[in-house]
C-alpha cells in the first residue's frame, strides 16, 4: 500500500507549550529564597521538583509516539472528484508528518488519483464499503473523507453503518469554497385554455447577475422571456409565462442562463408538451400495401421511412406509431433507439412484421426489446455446432500478419454472436489425430474458455481429417440439429468417401465446409470435396481464411432454415378480443414473446402471431404478418391490426384532469386537479408511473394521495434527464401524460456543501467533521490513531518526582543554612 511509515518518532500536539519550560527554574528561585529565610532544601529535593515542572510542561505539549500500534497504520483519504467539487480539487487533505497514507478518489466510481472516473455522479457507498472492508482487514488506521455531501447515491447510508461497526476513526473534512453558480431549478409546461403555461425557476449560491431566456423551438419558434437578473442566495425567482403552440405538433420549452459559469451543466433545462390532435403515424416498406382501420378522432399521417424521427421529442407528435417492416431492416439504428424510447415514454406501437432478426444477437436490437413477439427460430431449433478445425502444420503458415490457425480460432470465437443459450459448441483440433480441445456439454459455451483452450494449440503435423470427422459424428444428440463446420486444407489425406457420407446420414449430421485451397481452383480430385458433393453440403474454397466469421454465420443461417413459415394458415384470435371473421395468412414469422407480460390475442397452430404489451409509461403490439409490396396479406394483416390498434393508441386522456410537474431537488412533485364542472372530484384511486431517460433504469410507480379537495400529489424519483410521467386510473387507462424537464442531472441538482448530509454521515459512522487534518485534530478527534499517548507517563512521573520531595522534605527537616 502506497504512504508508508517512515522512522518511529515523536511529535506533540501542542509544542508552543515548551515556551512555559523557563518555569522549570522556579524552584531554584523558591529554595534560594527560603535560604535566605533561614529554610535549606537539600539540592536533589530542589533538582527533583525542576524534573518535575518539565515534565509537567511537556506533558501539556501533548506528546505523541508514531508508528506503534494504531498509528503504525496508513490512513485512506477518499477524495471526491465528482463535477460538483469543480474547481476546488487542489485542496487536498494534509496529513501530519509521519502518519502513512493513501488516497483514492470517488465519484461516479472509485479510481487512484489521475485514473478517469465518471464525474457525472456523487456515489458514496462503494467508497465507504472499501473502507469498511480495509479497517476489518487491520490495514488502515483511519479515514479522511473528503466532500461537498452531494451524494447522488441512496445505499450510502447502509454502507456508512457498515463502516461504524469497523471501530475506525473517520474525519469528515468539507469542500467550503464552491465557485458561484446559477442554475435553473425547474422548468415545466403544460397545455390550459389558454394554450400552454411554462414555469421556470432559477436560482443561485452567491449574488450575480445572469440573462434569462426562455424559447419555444421548432415550428414557429418563437422567444418568450429575455431578462437581466440580480440573482442573491436563497432567493429563487419564478416566472410564469403563457404562449398558444401549434395544436398538431410537439412544442419543445427552452430556458437558458447566460453568461455560462462554472457549471455550465445546469444553466439549460429543456421541456416537452405533447400535442393536441391525436395522429398516427404508418411507416411502411415501400409498396406494401396495408388497408388499417383508424381508431375514431385518430388521423393517420404514412410517413416514409428516410423521414420518420430520430428522436424521441420527433415520435411524441404521434399517438401511436404504425411500422409495416417484413424484413426488419427498414429503420436506422437511430430511429429503432428512439421510437424504442417513445414507447418507454408513453407512446404506441403497432409493429407489422418484426425487429432485425438475422442473428441471435440481433434480439436485443431496442426496437425488439419493446416488442410484443420477436422473430426467434433460433430458439426453437437448437443447433449442436462441431467446429473441426485443422491444426497440420500448413496452419502455422502466415496469411499477413497472422497465422491460418489464429485467423479460424477467431472466427471460432466469433460464434458467439450467433448462438443461444440453447445452443451447443465443441471444438476438435486435428492433424495426426484428432483432440477435443473444448465442448460445452449440455448447456451453452464459455467463449472465455473456448478462446484460453485454442491459445494452447500449436499448429503442426500432417492433415488427417477423417478421424476428427469420424469423432465429430459419434452418436447422440437427438434432441438438436447436428451441424459439422469443418476448416481445412483441401488437401487432405485421403478417406473413404462413402463411408463418412454414410456416416454423417446415420447419425443426422449437416456438414459445412471452408477449405483452404493452393490457389489453382481445382477441388475435383480431393477427398473432401468429394464428400461435401456427397452428401449436398456447402464447400466454400479460399486462398486464406479472412472472412470466416462471416461464412459460419451464413452456415448457421441457412442451417436452421427461413424464420418465415408460408403456406395457407388461419389465424386463431382468443375470444376475449373483439369479434370479426376468422384471418388467414399466407406467410408469418416464426416468434416468440418478449416477456412475462406479453397476452397473445391470436396464433397460428401454437405460433403467436398476434400479442400486445406494456412497456415502461407505454403500449406495443406485433403483428407478425409478411406484408409484400404484392399486397398478399395486407388486408389479413389490417384485418389483426384493427383488433389492437384502440388499445394500441389509448384513450384520449380525461378532461377533468389537468396538473404540473416541478423539480424539487432529486425528486419530481406530481400535483393533479379533478374538477368537474366547477366542482372538486374526490376519491379518485390515481397511481403515477415516471419513466426516466435511461431505458434500462426502473418504472417507479405511487399512488396519488389527495391533499385538497379535488388536489391530488405524488412524489417520485427523478433521473438524470429528461422523462414522462402518466397518471392512470384502477382500470389501468391513462388520465393524464406530461413531460419531466430535461437538466443537467442530479449532480448539478445543488452546489456547494450539503450540511445535512454531512451531518448525517458523521452520526452513522461516527465520525467528526472538521476543518482539517493537523495533528491535533486527529489527536483530539481520534486519540488512539494518533500514536501512543506519551503525556499521561509524564505527567504520572512528575507527580512522584513531587511526592518524593516532599517526603523527603518532610523526613529531613531544615537543612544548613550554605544548602540551596
Same mark, same amino acid.
Given at each position: 500500500?502506497?504512504?508508508?511509515?517512515?522512522?518511529?518518532?515523536?511529535?506533540?500536539?501542542?509544542?508552543w #507549550?515548551?515556551?512555559?519550560?523557563v518555569?522549570?527554574?522556579?524552584?531554584?528561585?523558591?529554595?534560594?529564597?527560603?535560604?535566605?529565610?533561614?529554610?535549606?532544601t537539600?539540592?536533589?529535593?530542589?533538582?527533583?521538583?525542576?524534573?518535575?515542572?518539565?515534565?509537567?510542561?511537556?506533558?501539556?505539549?501533548?506528546?505523541?509516539?508514531r508508528?506503534?500500534?494504531a498509528?503504525?497504520?496508513?490512513?485512506?483519504?477518499? =477524495?471526491?472528484?465528482?463535477?460538483?467539487?469543480? =474547481?476546488?480539487?487542489?485542496?487536498?487533505?494534509?496529513l501530519?508528518e509521519?502518519?502513512?497514507?493513501?488516497?483514492?478518489?470517488?465519484a461516479?466510481?472509485?479510481?487512484?488519483?489521475?485514473?478517469?472516473?465518471?464525474?457525472?455522479?456523487?456515489?458514496?457507498?462503494?467508497?465507504?464499503?472499501?473502507?469498511?472492508?480495509?479497517?476489518?482487514?487491520?490495514?488502515?488506521?483511519?479515514?479522511?473523507?473528503?466532500t461537498?455531501?452531494?451524494?447522488?447515491?441512496?445505499?450510502?447510508?447502509?454502507?456508512?453503518?457498515?463502516? $461504524?461497526?469497523?471501530?475506525?476513526?473517520?474525519?469528515?473534512?468539507?469542500?467550503?469554497r464552491?465557485?458561484?453558480d446559477?442554475?435553473?431549478?425547474?422548468?415545466?409546461?403544460?397545455?390550459?385554455?389558454?394554450?400552454?403555461?411554462?414555469?421556470?425557476?432559477v436560482?443561485?449560491?452567491?449574488?450575480?447577475?445572469?440573462t434569462?431566456?426562455?424559447?419555444?423551438?421548432?415550428?414557429?419558434?418563437?422567444?418568450?422571456? *429575455? $431578462?437581466?437578473?440580480?440573482?442573491?442566495?436563497?432567493?429563487?425567482?419564478?416566472?410564469?409565462?403563457?404562449?398558444?403552440?401549434?395544436?398538431?405538433a410537439?412544442?419543445?420549452? @427552452?430556458a437558458?442562463?447566460?453568461?455560462?459559469?462554472?457549471?455550465?451543466?445546469?444553466?439549460?433545462?429543456?421541456?416537452?408538451? +405533447?400535442?393536441?390532435?391525436r395522429r398516427?403515424?404508418?411507416?411502411?416498406?415501400?409498396? +406494401?400495401?396495408?388497408?388499417?382501420?383508424?381508431? =375514431?378522432?385518430?388521423?393517420?399521417?404514412?410517413?416514409?421511412?428516410?423521414?420518420?424521427?430520430?428522436?424521441?421529442?420527433?415520435?411524441?407528435?404521434?399517438?401511436?406509431?404504425?411500422?409495416?417492416?417484413?424484413?426488419?431492416?427498414?429503420?436506422?439504428?437511430?430511429?429503432?433507439?428512439? !421510437?424504442?424510447?417513445?414507447?418507454?415514454?408513453?407512446?404506441?406501437?403497432?409493429?407489422?412484421?418484426?425487429? *432485425?432478426?438475422?442473428?441471435?444477437?440481433?434480439l436485443?436490437?431496442?426496437?425488439?426489446?419493446?416488442?410484443?413477439?420477436?422473430?426467434?427460430?433460433?430458439?426453437?431449433?437448437?443447433?449442436?455446432?462441431?467446429?473441426?478445425?485443422?491444426?497440420?502444420?500448413?496452419?502455422?503458415?502466415?496469411?499477413?500478419?497472422?497465422?491460418?490457425?489464429?485467423?479460424?480460432?477467431?472466427?471460432?470465437?466469433?460464434? /458467439?454472436?450467433?448462438?443461444?443459450?440453447?445452443?451447443?459448441?465443441?471444438?476438435?483440433?486435428?492433424?495426426d489425430?484428432?483432440?477435443?480441445?473444448?465442448d @460445452?456439454?449440455?448447456?451453452p459455451a464459455?467463449?472465455?474458455?473456448?478462446?484460453?483452450?485454442?491459445?494452447?494449440?500449436?499448429?503442426?503435423?500432417?492433415?488427417?481429417?477423417?478421424?476428427?470427422?469420424?469423432l465429430?459424428?459419434?452418436?447422440?444428440?437427438?434432441?438438436?440439429?447436428?451441424?459439422?463446420?469443418?476448416?481445412?486444407?483441401?488437401?487432405?489425406?485421403?478417406?473413404?468417401?462413402?463411408?463418412?457420407?454414410? =456416416? !454423417? &446420414?446415420?447419425?443426422g449430421?449437416?456438414?459445412?465446409?471452408?477449405?483452404?485451397?493452393?490457389?489453382?481452383?481445382?477441388?475435383?480430385?480431393?477427398?473432401?470435396?468429394?464428400?461435401?458433393?456427397?452428401?449436398?453440403?456447402?464447400?466454400?474454397?479460399?486462398?486464406?481464411?479472412?472472412?470466416?466469421? /462471416?461464412?459460419?454465420?451464413?452456415?448457421?443461417r441457412?442451417?436452421?432454415?427461413?424464420?418465415?413459415? *408460408?403456406?395457407?394458415?388461419?389465424?386463431?384470435?382468443?375470444d376475449?378480443?373483439?369479434?370479426?371473421?376468422?384471418?388467414?395468412?399466407?406467410?408469418?414469422?416464426?416468434?416468440?414473446?418478449?416477456?412475462?407480460?406479453?397476452?397473445?390475442?391470436?396464433?397460428?397452430e401454437?405460433?403467436?402471431?398476434?400479442?400486445?404489451?406494456?412497456?415502461?409509461?407505454?403500449?406495443?403490439?406485433?403483428?407478425?404478418a &409478411?406484408?409484400?409490396?404484392?399486397?398478399?396479406?395486407?388486408?389479413?394483416?389490417?384485418?389483426?391490426?384493427?383488433?389492437?390498434?384502440? #388499445?394500441?393508441?389509448?384513450?384520449?386522456?380525461?378532461?377533468?384532469?389537468?396538473?404540473?410537474?416541478?423539480?424539487?431537488?432529486g425528486?419530481v412533485?406530481?400535483?393533479?386537479?379533478?374538477?368537474?364542472?366547477?366542482?372538486?372530484?374526490?376519491?379518485?384511486?390515481?397511481?403515477?408511473?415516471?419513466?426516466?431517460?435511461?431505458?434500462?433504469?426502473?418504472?417507479?410507480?405511487?399512488?396519488?394521495?389527495?391533499? +385538497?379537495?379535488?388536489?391530488?400529489?405524488?412524489?417520485?424519483?427523478?433521473?438524470?434527464?429528461a422523462?414522462?410521467?402518466?397518471?392512470?386510473?384502477?382500470?389501468?387507462?391513462?388520465?393524464w $401524460?406530461s413531460?419531466?424537464?430535461?437538466?443537467?442531472?442530479?449532480?448539478?441538482?445543488?452546489?456547494?456543501?450539503?450540511w445535512?448530509a454531512?451531518?448525517r454521515?458523521? $452520526?452513522?459512522?461516527?465520525?467528526?467533521?472538521?476543518?482539517?487534518?493537523?495533528?491535533?485534530?486527529?489527536? *483530539?478527534?481520534?486519540?488512539?490513531?494518533?500514536?501512543?499517548? &506519551?503525556?499521561?507517563?509524564?505527567?504520572?512521573?512528575?507527580?512522584?518526582?513531587?511526592?518524593?520531595? #516532599?517526603?523527603?522534605?518532610?523526613?529531613g527537616?531544615?537543612?544548613?543554612?550554605?544548602?540551596?
Amino acid at each position: 500500500m502506497p504512504g508508508v511509515y517512515a522512522a518511529i518518532s515523536l511529535t506533540f500536539a501542542h509544542p508552543w #507549550w515548551w515556551l512555559a519550560a523557563v518555569a522549570a527554574v522556579a524552584p531554584v528561585w523558591i529554595a534560594r529564597a527560603g535560604r535566605r529565610r533561614g529554610r535549606a532544601t537539600r539540592p536533589w529535593v530542589t533538582a527533583a521538583r525542576c524534573v518535575a515542572v518539565a515534565l509537567v510542561v511537556a506533558a501539556l505539549a501533548r506528546p505523541m509516539l508514531r508508528g506503534v500500534g494504531a498509528s503504525a497504520r496508513p490512513w485512506l483519504v477518499l =477524495r471526491d472528484v465528482s463535477a460538483s467539487t469543480r =474547481r476546488q480539487g487542489a485542496s487536498r487533505p494534509m496529513l501530519p508528518e509521519g502518519i502513512g497514507s493513501e488516497t483514492l478518489s470517488f465519484a461516479g466510481g472509485l479510481a487512484e488519483p489521475g485514473r478517469p472516473v465518471d464525474v457525472a455522479a456523487t456515489n458514496l457507498a462503494p467508497a465507504l464499503r472499501l473502507a469498511a472492508a480495509r479497517a476489518a482487514a487491520g490495514r488502515i488506521g483511519g479515514v479522511v473523507i473528503q466532500t461537498d455531501g452531494q451524494f447522488t447515491d441512496t445505499d450510502w447510508p447502509a454502507a456508512a453503518e457498515l463502516l $461504524r461497526q469497523r471501530d475506525v476513526p473517520v474525519l469528515i473534512v468539507p469542500l467550503t469554497r464552491p465557485p458561484a453558480d446559477a442554475r435553473i431549478v425547474d422548468l415545466s409546461a403544460r397545455r390550459s385554455d389558454r394554450g400552454a403555461i411554462i414555469h421556470v425557476t432559477v436560482s443561485a449560491n452567491a449574488p450575480q447577475q445572469r440573462t434569462l431566456t426562455v424559447r419555444r423551438a421548432g415550428d414557429g419558434a418563437k422567444e418568450l422571456l *429575455r $431578462r437581466t437578473l440580480q440573482l442573491l442566495p436563497g432567493d429563487p425567482a419564478t416566472f410564469e409565462l403563457a404562449d398558444r403552440p401549434p395544436a398538431g405538433a410537439v412544442s419543445v420549452y @427552452s430556458a437558458s442562463l447566460d453568461p455560462a459559469d462554472a457549471f455550465a451543466e445546469n444553466d439549460r433545462a429543456e421541456t416537452v408538451i +405533447a400535442p393536441q390532435r391525436r395522429r398516427l403515424a404508418m411507416v411502411a416498406a415501400p409498396g +406494401a400495401a396495408l388497408a388499417i382501420d383508424r381508431p =375514431r378522432g385518430v388521423d393517420v399521417r404514412r410517413v416514409a421511412p428516410a423521414d420518420a424521427a430520430t428522436t424521441v421529442d420527433g415520435w411524441m407528435q404521434y399517438a401511436g406509431v404504425v411500422v409495416v417492416d417484413p424484413t426488419g431492416k427498414l429503420l436506422t439504428p437511430a430511429q429503432r433507439r428512439s !421510437l424504442a424510447d417513445y414507447v418507454r415514454s408513453g407512446g404506441g406501437l403497432l409493429l407489422i412484421g418484426t425487429g *432485425r432478426r438475422d442473428t441471435p444477437g440481433e434480439l436485443d436490437d431496442p426496437l425488439n426489446r419493446v416488442a410484443a413477439l420477436v422473430a426467434n427460430p433460433f430458439q426453437r431449433r437448437p443447433l449442436a455446432v462441431t467446429v473441426v478445425l485443422d491444426a497440420s502444420g500448413s496452419m502455422a503458415q502466415r496469411a499477413g500478419a497472422t497465422a491460418r490457425f489464429d485467423q479460424a480460432a477467431q472466427a471460432v470465437t466469433a460464434l /458467439e454472436k450467433h448462438l443461444t443459450d440453447v445452443d451447443t459448441l465443441t471444438v476438435i483440433v486435428f492433424s495426426d489425430q484428432p483432440r477435443t480441445v473444448y465442448d @460445452s456439454g449440455d448447456g451453452p459455451a464459455d467463449f472465455a474458455e473456448l478462446a484460453d483452450a485454442l491459445q494452447q494449440v500449436a499448429p503442426a503435423g500432417p492433415t488427417h481429417v477423417w478421424p476428427a470427422l469420424q469423432l465429430a459424428a459419434r452418436p447422440g444428440g437427438a434432441q438438436r440439429q447436428r451441424l459439422i463446420l469443418a476448416v481445412s486444407d483441401l488437401e487432405t489425406e485421403p478417406f473413404a468417401v462413402a463411408t463418412a457420407a454414410q =456416416r !454423417l &446420414v446415420e447419425v443426422g449430421a449437416s456438414l459445412a465446409v471452408v477449405a483452404v485451397t493452393d490457389g489453382s481452383g481445382r477441388t475435383d480430385r480431393y477427398s473432401l470435396a468429394a464428400l461435401s458433393r456427397t452428401v449436398d453440403a456447402p464447400l466454400v474454397a479460399t486462398d486464406d481464411l479472412v472472412g470466416l466469421a /462471416e461464412v459460419f454465420g451464413t452456415f448457421i443461417r441457412q442451417h436452421r432454415g427461413p424464420g418465415v413459415r *408460408r403456406g395457407r394458415f388461419r389465424v386463431a384470435i382468443d375470444d376475449s378480443s373483439a369479434g370479426g371473421a376468422p384471418a388467414e395468412l399466407s406467410a408469418y414469422v416464426l416468434c416468440a414473446p418478449t416477456a412475462d407480460n406479453v397476452e397473445v390475442l391470436g396464433r397460428i397452430e401454437s405460433d403467436p402471431v398476434l400479442a400486445i404489451r406494456r412497456v415502461g409509461l407505454g403500449r406495443s403490439a406485433s403483428v407478425a404478418a &409478411v406484408v409484400g409490396s404484392d399486397g398478399i396479406d395486407g388486408r389479413a394483416a389490417g384485418q389483426l391490426a384493427g383488433r389492437v390498434m384502440a #388499445w394500441m393508441v389509448g384513450p384520449p386522456g380525461d378532461p377533468r384532469i389537468s396538473g404540473q410537474i416541478a423539480r424539487r431537488g432529486g425528486e419530481v412533485v406530481v400535483q393533479l386537479d379533478a374538477f368537474e364542472a366547477h366542482s372538486p372530484v374526490n376519491g379518485l384511486s390515481l397511481t403515477a408511473s415516471l419513466a426516466g431517460a435511461d431505458r434500462d433504469g426502473p418504472l417507479h410507480r405511487a399512488p396519488l394521495q389527495q391533499i +385538497a379537495p379535488g388536489r391530488y400529489e405524488v412524489v417520485l424519483p427523478a433521473g438524470d434527464g429528461a422523462g414522462w410521467v402518466s397518471v392512470a386510473d384502477e382500470s389501468g387507462g391513462v388520465l393524464w $401524460r406530461s413531460a419531466v424537464s430535461r437538466t443537467g442531472g442530479r449532480e448539478f441538482d445543488a452546489i456547494g456543501v450539503n450540511w445535512a448530509a454531512l451531518g448525517r454521515l458523521e $452520526r452513522l459512522v461516527g465520525g467528526r467533521i472538521v476543518a482539517d487534518t493537523s495533528a491535533a485534530t486527529i489527536s *483530539r478527534a481520534a486519540p488512539r490513531a494518533g500514536g501512543a499517548a &506519551v503525556w499521561p507517563w509524564l505527567l504520572g512521573a512528575a507527580m512522584a518526582l513531587v511526592l518524593a520531595s #516532599w517526603v523527603a522534605g518532610r523526613r529531613g527537616g531544615v537543612g544548613r543554612r550554605g544548602a540551596i
